[in-house]
């Protein structure tokens, strides 16, 4: 159901990638799969929320999610805000793919379709020979939904206890204004952006971890959905697949 484009010049590719340690592919997959995971992503997909509390991940299921009253919704929102104002801090949708595929009492999903193929041969090759790791065993893997007001804050995606050699970005979006946040921006050592890649349809985009790098707030008048499967290309033992 997914594969790469064949018309991709992976020689090309992985010589860009050489030189900044991080690109866009346009294009990535064979454009059915692509419209084939943005439809899942857009329809079959049970969104739950993730954000922090200093140190400590917070995510609700999106059954406990719908659970919350207005007066709940408000309270959490104010304190995202407040913390953000003082340190690190991320907001926004989002569905956890692996650690949902590893559970078995969890039924069966497309998504995992999706989880599967990012840890193919195919996929995982690709990434080793245009990157130049060749230490990378798997990926795991989450699905992001980006609206008005979810942001990321800067961090570098380093985890020494995960072995992430890079992260990720498969990104879904349709139709995304320029004006409407939710860029995926690079900082270079003055803190200034160095790169800023805008939400777009079938892309890949890949770093090497560290990065100094986040997600820009989406405006609150932006009335589109930054869909994106993400996660990290590691090095450590991949976990007793169910599926």
């Known amino acids: 159901m997914y594969a790469i484009n064949p018309a991709l010049d992976l020689e090309q590719l992985a010589g860009d990638y050489a030189r900044r340690q991080r690109l866009q592919v346009r294009d990535f997959l064979?454009?059915?799969?692509?419209?084939?995971?943005?439809a899942?992503?857009?329809?079959?997909?049970?969104?739950?929320v993730a954000f922090n509390e200093g140190t400590r991940v917070v995510q609700l299921s999106a059954a406990?999610?719908?659970?919350?009253?207005p007066?709940?919704?408000?309270r959490i929102s104010a304190s995202i805000n407040e913390r953000a104002r003082h340190g690190y801090q991320f907001f926004y949708y989002?569905?956890?793919?692996?650690?949902?595929?590893?559970?078995?009492?969890?039924?069966?999903?497309?998504?995992?379709?999706?989880?599967?193929?990012?840890?193919?041969?195919?996929?995982l090759q690709f990434a080793r020979r245009l990157t130049?790791?060749?230490?990378?065993?798997?990926?795991?893997?989450?699905?992001?939904?980006?609206?008005?007001?979810h942001f990321l804050k800067y961090h570098t995606d380093e985890k020494p206890s995960d072995q992430r050699v890079c992260a990720y970005v498969l990104s879904f979006t349709k139709g995304w204004g320029r004006d409407w946040g939710g860029y995926l921006q690079f900082f270079n050592d003055r803190y200034d952006v160095d790169e800023?890649?805008?939400?777009v349809f079938n892309a890949l985009n890949i770093f090497t971890v560290p990065a100094d790098h986040s997600v820009s707030q989406v405006a609150a008048y932006?009335?589109?959905?930054?869909?994106?499967i993400t996660g990290w290309l590691r090095a450590d033992a991949p976990p007793p697949w169910r599926r």
């Open 132 to 149: 130049g790791f060749d230490n990378i065993r798997w990926a795991d893997a989450h699905a992001t939904l980006y609206r008005a007001g």
């Open 196 to 199: 800023g890649l805008r939400p």
């Open 71 to 74: 007066e709940q919704r408000q």
């Open 30 to 38: 064979v454009e059915s799969g692509a419209e084939r995971i943005h």
């Open 222 to 228: 932006a009335p589109g959905s930054r869909y994106s």
């Open 40 to 48: 899942i992503l857009e329809t079959e997909t049970p969104w739950g």
């Open 94 to 123: 989002f569905f956890p793919m692996l650690e949902a595929s590893l559970a078995a009492d969890y039924p069966d999903m497309p998504l995992f379709d999706v989880l599967r193929f990012i840890n193919s041969e195919e996929f």
């Open 64 to 69: 406990q999610a719908r659970e919350l009253t």
